[in-house]
């Protein structure tokens, strides 16, 4: 998930923060959408393997995920934008919490 958060922001570096400009630029608009649909899945995965995990907003992200593959159709730029723009960074921010909560524990398990 990490991973298609951080690819999907390298397409922002040194992009102006302006919607405008984002509803007009198809490349970018998909890789937010196949990003996303990653995501979705990734969260699938987990909550499978472990559904004690503790991803804010996961049924979101999933609902997010669906609706982008089965009602392509009715996925709006503006919708796209205000996932860059607010919801996947913080979802990054609660992806790297889950993360080093799972590094500590791993690590305080195996401790000696």
């Not at 009602?71 to 080093?100: C, G, M, T």
Request: charge should be negative; aromatic fraction near 8%; hydrophobic fraction near 40%.
């Amino acid at each position: 998930m990490l991973d298609a958060i951080d690819d999907m922001q390298s397409c922002f570096i040194d992009f102006p923060n302006r919607y405008d400009l984002f509803e007009k630029d198809i490349m970018r608009r998909c890789v937010v959408e196949r990003k996303v649909e990653i995501m979705g899945e990734a969260i699938n995965r987990i909550r499978k393997i472990d559904s004690t995990v503790e991803i804010p907003n996961a049924r979101a992200i999933i609902d997010t995920r669906n609706r982008i593959i089965h009602a392509y159709d009715n996925v709006q730029p503006d919708f796209l934008w205000s996932l860059v723009i607010r919801h996947i960074p913080e979802l990054k921010k609660d992806i790297e919490r889950v993360i080093v909560e799972y590094e500590e524990l791993y690590n305080s398990e195996n401790k000696d």
